[in-house]
């Protein structure tokens, strides 16, 4: 069959698998795979023809505000580990098209985590490189194929976080040569907190990394205070799957919270978007990654002993533990913040290796601070003009005490509050 008639054959496919009805999708999925995978022969130019489908497939999930990571958390909440994969190569494909300097750096980031590179040696041998390394026949992963692309054709538009590559100028550029010091100190910090078996010593590693981030947030303030293209607030997207979402999306508030940044919550997606500076952004994701780790160890050590009347730890004591750890970190981490810039306002500095040195007091700080936070607010109100709150429901009084203690063991400080969604 020539390529022409392959590729409208499988477009053909891929729509009447994206229009079935969900009581037809089942025959619409078998139908669609048994054309595509019929013939031997023909493999190569389907492998050719999907790549070419997927490639536009992707690009209009660009332009309408979905990013590399969202595609791929679309099959991971929806699909199975072989879409998770698909899905991976197909973004890699697409990338084909962009020049490096035409991809901002969280861009970047995205495509190295996943990570999303070609390593077929053709178009046409794709799909038989894949079913070979997955140990897949024809029909299963034509099958898996159309299944990743309904769902990412259902998609509807969403708010952008940021440009559409090659449409304008990224906002940090081509990859960077590497991230700045403090950040590193930062991860490292965070990295001990999560691997120690002490919870003092992992308070205390947690607190110095809380420290550094909002030292370093002021320092970005001020740099950028003289430069009016450089106040902009930056958005990105975080997943908060379930099990126990909304507690894990009061953690994300929290952290953000204390740095600065704000948080909408889109449940039926599976993600937060978090709204605030760069740097602070930066700071968003490395605390929040590392609390949870630390979190949801806590909460294991304490759900694998009983209740005091020798019951087992339920589903609502691990959600109450969670809404409480959530709370007390919020009040701890906002402490720590204001501890930070009362010193900075002071002229009390926080070098990088986390001792102290006197400098001349700025007075632009509190300004500049206020300034941004403004911005930010803005910045949501724009980007999100319709929001509710949600609060999340605390049944379990034992499961409540146990999360507070462990926050107080593991990390920072908070309140129970609404989640913007």
């Not at 909440?77 to 190569?89: F, K, M, P, S, T």
């Not at 970047?108 to 894949?130: I, K, T």
């Not at 320092?219 to 126990?244: C, F, H, K, Q």
């Not at 999100?384 to 462990?406: I, M, N, T, Y």
Request: aromatic letters at 6%; glycine letters at 8%; a neutral charge.
């Amino acid at each position: 069959m020539a390529q022409g008639k392959t590729d409208g054959l499988l477009a053909e496919v891929v729509q009447r698998v994206v229009a079935a009805a969900p009581e037809a999708l089942d025959h619409a999925l078998d139908g669609g795979a048994s054309v595509l995978a019929a013939s031997a022969d023909q493999w190569p130019e389907v492998s050719r023809a999907l790549l070419g489908f997927a490639e536009r497939s992707v690009g209009r999930c660009w332009s309408a505000g979905w990013r590399p990571a969202d595609l791929v958390r679309v099959a991971r909440r929806e699909l199975g580990a072989v879409h998770l994969a698909l899905a991976v190569d197909l973004i890699a494909a697409e990338g084909r098209r962009h020049p490096a300097a035409t991809l901002d750096r969280r861009w970047h980031e995205q495509l190295r985590e996943l990570p999303a590179e070609v390593w077929w040696s053709g178009d046409e041998a794709f799909l038989g490189a894949f079913a070979g390394r997955h140990r897949l026949d024809r029909f299963a992963l034509a099958t898996a194929a159309l299944e990743l692309l309904r769902a990412w054709a259902l998609l509807p538009p969403i708010t952008p976080v940021g440009p559409v590559p090659g449409q304008s100028a990224p906002r940090a550029s081509a990859p960077v040569a590497g991230e700045p010091r403090m950040l590193g100190r930062i991860r490292a910090l965070l990295a001990k907190a999560e691997s120690t078996d002490f919870p003092e010593e992992a308070e205390a590693l947690t607190g110095k990394a809380q420290q550094l981030m909002a030292q370093h947030s002021i320092d970005e303030a001020l740099i950028a205070a003289g430069a009016p293209s450089a106040n902009t607030p930056a958005a990105v997207r975080i997943g908060v799957d379930n099990p126990y979402e909304g507690p894990k999306t009061m953690l994300l508030d929290a952290v953000a919270a204390a740095n600065r940044c704000r948080v909408v919550w889109a449940k039926e997606f599976g993600f937060c978007t978090v709204i605030g500076f760069d740097a602070d952004l930066d700071a968003v994701e490395l605390l929040y990654t590392s609390l949870l780790v630390q979190a949801t160890s806590a909460m294991h050590r304490a759900g694998s002993r009983k209740h005091r009347d020798g019951a087992p730890r339920t589903k609502a004591f691990r959600q109450s533990f969670l809404v409480a750890y959530a709370a007390r970190i919020r009040e701890r981490l906002a402490a720590a913040t204001e501890q930070a810039t009362s010193d900075a306002a002071a002229g009390r500095h926080l070098r990088e290796d986390g001792t102290a040195e006197l400098v001349a007091p700025d007075e632009r700080l509190l300004p500049v601070l206020k300034a941004r936070a403004e911005a930010v607010d803005d910045a949501v109100g724009k980007m999100f003009p319709k929001l509710v709150s949600q609060r999340v429901r605390v049944s379990d009084g034992e499961g409540w005490a146990a999360g507070r203690a462990a926050a107080d063991r593991a990390a920072l400080h908070g309140r129970s509050g609404a989640i913007e969604r």
